[in-house]
């Protein structure tokens, strides 16, 4: 009788894949740096129970349509706006994530991006290997605060609320826009909700950590930059289509803003002539929020619980589309 089939669409480590060689026939994309074709991933598909995915495999409604077999789909990833949920339920597929285990991680390297562009971390550092410090002075690469400034944090899930933990050891006002309001938040951090406008207006560093939705796709556009403070910093660690990039660059470049600190961006990898990457006040970095050796290797055990799960007849841990499995 043959085993049930997964696809894993990169290479993890030998240890993380052993739970499910037991019981099932496993085949992996060899490359670790290189993603699966769509050609490959879409033969995969079609005759796999389940797919482990990467959040850069696009899982469209034709490759859903055409999974004859396909009962479960483990992102790598807290978002899923990779993957066509829609058509995945419609096809009885269960969607699962990876949240919470990345949220303190992913927290901890947005606010780094965040302090390394107020206080032009990077900027100084190739300052020196470029051999161009010559002497002190007193406003050499001089940066901006952070202790005692207004963040307003756009997205207050977890993350949300994990970086406003660390502002607030930063002694700084803490404002935050969300779909809902996140009252613990509200009590323990001393957080304000404020319409979106609101908090553009009024801070000086704006975090970007909601999800990619329709709604919140160009999000960031040219009117809204304009209403933010000269001396704002813009930091996203969300997705890179929430932003009109063409407008960030425009804003960066007549001085509308201060500068940007991006994880994430439209396309990736982002293109290394990107105007974007051209400019001194903007600290980029290939999407390495939740990159922390623990939180990856515990993210990719709960992507093989879940699907173990699955194929077992019971309920992953976390299920994103709320399916009877």
Not at 245 to 267: P, R, T
Request: glycine share 4%; charged share 25%.
């Amino acid at each position: 009788m043959l085993k049930p089939s997964i696809f894993v669409t990169r290479k993890l480590p030998d240890e993380i894949i052993a739970p499910l060689t037991e019981k099932y026939e496993v085949n992996m994309w060899d490359k670790e740096d290189v993603p699966v074709p769509v050609e490959t991933l879409r033969a995969h598909a079609k005759k796999a129970e389940a797919l482990l995915t990467m959040l850069s495999d696009p899982i469209d409604r034709e490759v859903l349509n055409n999974a004859e077999n396909l009962k479960v789909i483990a992102n790598l990833a807290v978002g899923f706006d990779n993957i066509d949920i829609k058509a995945a339920t419609e096809n009885g597929i269960a969607i699962c994530n990876t949240p919470d285990i990345l949220t303190d991680s992913t927290a901890d390297l947005t606010f780094a991006l965040l302090m390394s562009t107020a206080r032009r971390i990077v900027e100084a550092a190739e300052f020196i290997k470029n051999g161009e410090w010559k002497s002190w002075s007193p406003l050499l690469l001089a940066g901006h605060d952070i202790h005692h400034k207004t963040i307003g944090i756009v997205g207050m899930g977890s993350i949300g609320q994990a970086v406003a933990k660390r502002a607030a050891g930063f002694e700084m006002n803490i404002l935050y826009h969300n779909r809902s309001r996140k009252l613990e938040a509200e009590k323990q951090l001393g957080a304000v909700y404020c319409t979106f406008e609101e908090l553009v207006i009024k801070s000086d560093f704006i975090v970007c950590l909601t999800p990619l939705t329709e709604q919140t796709r160009n999000l960031f556009s040219r009117d809204v930059f304009k209403k933010m403070k000269k001396t704002a910093i813009f930091i996203n660690a969300s997705r890179g289509a929430v932003v009109d990039e063409n407008a960030l660059y425009d804003a960066l470049v007549e001085g509308e803003i201060a500068a940007a600190g991006l994880d994430v961006f439209v396309k990736e990898p982002i293109d290394v002539d990107h105007p974007l990457l051209n400019l001194s006040n903007v600290v980029a970095i290939p999407h390495i929020g939740s990159a922390s050796m623990a939180t990856r290797l515990g993210m990719m055990k709960l992507c093989v619980e879940n699907i173990q799960a699955v194929l077992s007849d019971k309920e992953p841990t976390t299920l994103v589309n709320k399916l009877n499995v």
